[in-house]
């Protein structure tokens, strides 16, 4: 074969595998990201590609930015497949009935205290339809950490997708790709919480119309922001502490009650 044909051949497979390449990323990072008024922003969500293949890994949500349904089934999610400390409670043998909340909360803390960082405690666990869901804040600075997914089924506790992981700048996935592993903050943050409160009421009115804003919770790089309807918990955002971009929580299902610790 002549050296022209080789050179062809081979800048023919580099284009095609550069290709497939971008193909890849455009799947697993092309989520579209929110803006501070609630419509979709321009650009991909610059997480993306951490966003769509942890998602689809860890339980199927390829999507986390709220433009499609919660999945109802969450596959393997929180089974270690990133090693963000996975544990597994006691289990419940009978499928058809779900955990107490009693025991979600008993979970929580054992969980907590596995990690030995006498600084943390659980703050608050909600019951919702799909997932228990726990708050786990700073004892000395009041804080929030990190939050977290308890299988409402079995047990077993996950790092909650979402701004927990991506936008946590403590306790996220850049302080440790392999678990809870405390590191630096990267700074004050430029958003306040009352244009975050801002942000996100704007957003709620362009997506779920009849909702409001309720309490504020302040983590390392984002804010926490129960949503209300009617006065009673309907679900939950988040608010990017830097940029005002707004994540809402698809993933949890319709609120069900709640115990604060």
């Known amino acids: 074969m002549k050296t ?6 081979a800048s023919i497979a580099l284009v095609a595998g550069a290709l497939v390449i971008a193909s ?3 799947f697993m990072g092309g989520q579209r990201i929110y803006t501070s008024n609630g419509t979709p922003a321009g650009t991909t969500n610059p997480y993306g590609i951490f966003g769509g293949m942890m998602g689809g890994m860890m339980g199927g949500y ?12 969450y596959g393997q999610y929180g089974m270690g497949c990133r090693g963000w400390n996975s544990y597994v409670g006691t289990p419940n043998t009978n499928t058809a009935a779900s955990i107490t909340i009693d025991s979600a909360v008993t979970v929580a803390q054992q969980y907590v205290a596995s990690l030995n960082n006498q600084d943390l405690v659980v703050d608050e666990v909600e019951e919702y339809t799909q997932n228990y869901y726990v708050l786990v804040k700073e004892k000395s600075t009041g804080i929030g950490a990190f ?4 299988n409402k089924y079995n047990g077993v506790v996950s790092a909650e997708p979402g701004p ?3 936008w946590n700048t403590k306790y996220g996935m850049h302080s440790g790709m392999m678990g809870w592993i405390t590191g630096t903050t990267a700074g004050p943050m430029t958003v306040t919480v009352e244009q975050a409160k801002t942000y996100a009421q704007q957003f709620l009115s362009a997506n779920y119309p009849g909702t409001t804003v309720g309490d504020v919770d302040t983590f390392y790089g984002y804010y926490h922001i129960d949503v209300l309807q009617a006065g009673n918990t309907y679900g939950m955002l988040s608010v990017n502490g830097y940029t005002g971009q707004v994540w ?4 949890h ?4 009650q709640a115990v604060e610790l």
């Open 4 to 9: 022209w044909q080789i050179i062809t051949i």
């Open 24 to 26: 890849a990323f455009a």
């Open 62 to 73: 390829a999507n986390g930015y709220g433009t499609t349904p919660a999945p109802t089934n």
């Open 147 to 150: 939050e977290l997914l308890i």
């Open 164 to 166: 927990n992981m991506m």
């Open 248 to 251: 809402y929580h698809t993933w």
């Open 253 to 256: 299902g319709a609120f069900i």
